[in-house]
Each structure stands twice: as structure tokens, then as C-alpha cells.
């Protein structure tokens, strides 16, 4: 298995609905990734977890909660959310911190 | 900070060859990745380059001065379905030891018959 699975695809969400996107790899990896891309502007890193930790939170609102159950999953809590938080959310996952990040599909995400 | 530069749109035809450099600015490189994204798609790992010179894989090649903070992605044999926006991005580890990567804004390549 070499790849990086998301669900949902696509998700619709009210302002006041609590959801949670998922992001799954078996390749082995040790470090997890969300980013967040707005239409026509490249992605955008929010949190890093290396081996299960969470290392990096690039000063992402506390209405988006990441959580890594274990070294294969990661989810984004998502809760009170703005209009302006549509995007495509993207998870990748790498070796470890030095590997090259292979990314999932994505999850199209638009709130309401 | 990180300041990552290359041209917004370029067009090139089919079968030719085309070369689109990414320029960038960082106070601990660790490394210089070039992905190709097409629309509505997640971006797929193109190539990856640490130190200087040329990386060869098939038809993509991607070359780094890290003197110079230059890098370039070399295209051959274009074909329709290289038609996407090729991102550079850089990783960097000063400070707290940040390693997730910093993208350029893109640059969208059209092929033409």
C-alpha cells in the first residue's frame, strides 16, 4: 500500500456542526501533515506530527483540532468553523521529518 | 521567514522542452521539492533535492545552487498531460525545527499541439 487515503471527499458543513476529517497511510511513515489550500494559492501548512507528537502548529485557529490515534492516522477535529475555512484540506505523511511528503486526495470542505 | 519566487504562467509546445526556475529565500534549507498539482487533484511528488546539482528521473530533472538560492524543474518531450501547475516548495529547519514545507505560489504550465 503506497498511498495516502482522506475521507471524506467532500464534505458541507453548517457554521454551528461539529465533523472531523480522516487521513490514513500504511506505508510505514512517521510523520503526518494537514495543509490547507484555498483556490488558486498553493497549500498551506497547519500542524506536523512526528512519531504520534504534535510538532508543529502554525498558529491554526482552535476551531481546528488535529489528533494522531496512532502512527497510520490522523484526524481534524473541526468545530464552529467560518466561511472563509472552505478549501481543500490535505493530508500528507513522510518517512520521518526529512523524507519527501506524499499527499492524499484531499478533502474539499465548504461551510455554510 | 521564506520568500519563494517563480513566474505565474508559462506555455511551451508539445514535444518541446521547458524550464521553470524557482528562486527562494531561507534562513535553514533543508531540502527542495518540486510537486506537479492538477486541478482539483492533490499535489504528486515530482522531485526532491538537498545538495547541489542536477537530479535526473525520465523526463522531469530538477537542478539546486544553494549558493545562489536557485533551483530549476526541466521538462522534456512535453506531452498534453503535462498541462498543471508545478509548485515549488521549500523545507526549512531554523528555529524551532519546523520541517513541514513552505510552497511557492506555482507556476501553470499550458502545453499547446
Known amino acids: 500500500d503506497t498511498e495516502v487515503t482522506q475521507t471524506p471527499k467532500h464534505l458541507v458543513m453548517g457554521m454551528t456542526n461539529k465533523k472531523s476529517l480522516k487521513c490514513e497511510q500504511h506505508m510505514g511513515h512517521r510523520a503526518m501533515y494537514w495543509y490547507k489550500q484555498k483556490a488558486k494559492k498553493p497549500p498551506e501548512l497547519m500542524f506536523v506530527y512526528s512519531y504520534e507528537k504534535l510538532s508543529i502548529n502554525e498558529s491554526v485557529p482552535s476551531r481546528f483540532s488535529p489528533e494522531c490515534p496512532n502512527s497510520s492516522l490522523l484526524n481534524l477535529h473541526l468545530h464552529a468553523l467560518q466561511p472563509e475555512d472552505s478549501a481543500l484540506y490535505l493530508c500528507?505523511?513522510?518517512?520521518?521529518?526529512?523524507?519527501?511528503?506524499?499527499f492524499g486526495p484531499g478533502t474539499r470542505l465548504t461551510v455554510l | 521567514g521564506q520568500n519563494i519566487d517563480q513566474p505565474t504562467e508559462m506555455t511551451a509546445t508539445e514535444g518541446a522542452i521547458v524550464q521553470i526556475n524557482c528562486t527562494y529565500q531561507t534562513s535553514g534549507f533543508n531540502g527542495l521539492f518540486w510537486y506537479q498539482q492538477h486541478a482539483g487533484e492533490a499535489p504528486t511528488f515530482l522531485s526532491y533535492?538537498?545538495?547541489?546539482g542536477l537530479e535526473e528521473k525520465g523526463r522531469f530533472s530538477s537542478f539546486l545552487s544553494r549558493s545562489k538560492g536557485y533551483s530549476y524543474l526541466l521538462l522534456k518531450e512535453l506531452q498534453m498531460k503535462d498541462s498543471a501547475s508545478y509548485l515549488c516548495a521549500v523545507r526549512d529547519q531554523s528555529g524551532g525545527g519546523a520541517d513541514g514545507l513552505t510552497f511557492g505560489k506555482g507556476t501553470h504550465l499550458i502545453i499547446q499541439p
Open positions: 533535492n538537498v545538495l547541489d
Open positions: 500528507a505523511s513522510s518517512q520521518d521529518r526529512s523524507g519527501e511528503q506524499f
